[in-house]
């Protein structure tokens, strides 16, 4: 069974920083493309970063420079940490993992980052 259970949300000032953290079982990270999405309320869900199995790297626009997604093979786990916070940061963040060979997703169960004064 895959799992993939995020933790690490909160509630900051704006200017902050918090750090999520994705840990993975039942799959391994390291051959997976593993992300994070979020989800404002109303809005759609939108990819936040990305780190594909090959090492490649990618950040939507609104969080490069502040954002920064990393993994560690040996834990089974992925990170993110968000600098410089801002409002428009306030969603339910997702862990995704996608196996590039096998076509399947999996999606954690999400964390709430809340940013306001």
């Known amino acids: 069974q895959v799992q993939l259970v995020e933790s690490g949300g909160g509630f900051v000032q704006p200017g902050g920083s918090l750090r999520l953290s994705c840990a993975a079982s039942?799959?391994?990270?390291?051959?997976?493309?593993m992300a994070w999405y979020r989800q404002a309320p109303g809005k759609q869900r939108e990819l936040v970063a990305e780190?594909?199995?090959?090492?490649?790297?990618n950040y939507a626009d609104s969080v490069k420079g502040r954002f920064t997604i990393s993994r560690d093979n040996a834990k089974n786990r992925v990170d993110l940490q968000m600098n410089s916070l801002k409002l428009e940061d306030t969603a339910v963040y997702y862990c995704?993992?996608?196996?590039?060979?096998?076509?399947?997703?999996?999606w954690g169960q999400g964390t709430q980052v809340t940013v306001s004064s």
């Open positions: 780190t594909t199995n090959g090492g490649r790297i």
């Open positions: 995704n993992a996608f196996g590039p060979l096998s076509g399947r997703r999996y």
């Open positions: 039942g799959i391994r990270v390291s051959i997976n493309n």
